[in-house]
């Protein structure tokens, strides 16, 4: 009976399962692991991780907190909650009350969760980042792939929304929209926000906004579309990015009043999955949403760094003519090899797949193809994440420099010298 189990496990797994990997951004970091375990060395363009170290004023209030061995409320601490509401009005204007806001183990639970308690066709941008349709895939709910072109930046277009929606108009639907993106780095303008909402009211579908690169837009400009359509979308954000604790693990959604239903239901269901969010890292995490001048300063020195670099990586590949947009947030570029796949073709390489293996074999840079990303296998596009330097090291070379002033090569090759030699390694390759 053992041995039954053993050769055929796979009969027991629930079909909505079967054929799922491990999330493509996870396999590269143990990927890279393994090669330089190996040895060899390997350039970290996959995973995408913030360099940048938690503002020490944050990390000074888990110190403090660290006894705190509590179970908190499910919803969240409550302090948490309130800083949360108070982020939004002070950021974005937008009126919340500690009520709407759900804190949970990571954004990614959070929009589990959501999926599985709101029963409609998920609308999903392509490129995507890399979670959003597996999750749909696992609780069983159906997706709509909106495709987006390379020459507009990738953006979800009013007409393309609306187009998914006429023809069935009272169809429940979630529609997700990330910005900055990953994986593309691009991010949307007010006026492509208005229209955007304007299609989102007259369906009635729920947005859920993915804002978590939202305040190192490189421009610190970001606008929340929930200006726009504020009684139908949910702001999704957390600490990961902005401030650089991914592994902390803390996540938060913010509701309109007219989706408490929605709010409440979710929280059913984190009561009876994790329970409550590490409670010393909601202590934490009051501090981090309170802002103040240092965490203004780490923000700024922060976009500084990645809009210069993100500029630099975007500019090599151009020069190697490979098409790419400028990055307008977070830390990607999402480069299309297409013009180069005839000589890549003679080198036995027709898709996004084979082409970052083939890089990662022959020069250490890892990075992820555009099939992990939701577009065709064969479109030759990939994402790196520029993030393989000292972020620490940086912060503290560009407090240096005048805050008028541009980051130039000289620093970047100073305090980001990986990426730059790994943007050099892969231009160097394509064009052999």
Known sequence: MENEFRNHPEVHLNLNVRGLHTS????????????????????????????FPVPESVVEKLRTNAHEKDYLPVRGLPALREAVASYYQRRQGIERSPE???????????????????????????????????????????????????????PL???????????????????????????????YSVDALEELAEVARRYRVILLSDEIYGEIDHGGQHVSIARFYPEGTI??????????????RLGTFTFPTSLRWLLESMAVVCSESFTSTSTPIQYAAVRAFQGGIDLEQHLFHSRRILRALGGAVAGRLRDAGIFVPLPEGGFYVFPDFGSRAAPLAE?????????????LDDTGVAFLPGEAFGRAPEELTARIAYVDFDGARALVASRAVPDDQELDEAFLQSYCEPVMAAVDRLCAWVCG
């Open 347 to 359: 080198r036995g390489i027709t898709t996004s797949a084979g082409l970052c293996e083939r890089v």
């Open 24 to 51: 493509p951004t996870l396999a590269i970091n143990e990927r890279c692991r393994q090669i330089a375990a190996e040895g060899r060395h390997v350039y970290r363009l996959g995973l995408g991780q913030s360099p």
């Open 157 to 187: 277009r009013p007409a393309e929304l609306d187009a998914v929606c006429r023809g069935d108009p009272g169809r429940p639907r979630l529609v997700i929209l990330n910005y900055p993106s990953n994986p593309t780095g691009q991010t």
């Open 235 to 248: 702001i999704s954000s957390g600490l990961s990015k902005w401030c650089g604790a991914g592994g902390w």
């Open 100 to 154: 709407d806001i759900l804190v949970g183990p990571g954004s990614k639970e959070l929009m589990f969760i959501l999926q599985l308690v709101f029963y409609g066709d998920l609308v999903i941008p392509t490129p995507s980042w890399v979670t959003y349709a597996p999750q749909a895939h696992i609780i069983g709910r159906h997706i709509r792939w909106v495709p987006t072109t390379a020459e507009e930046g990738w």
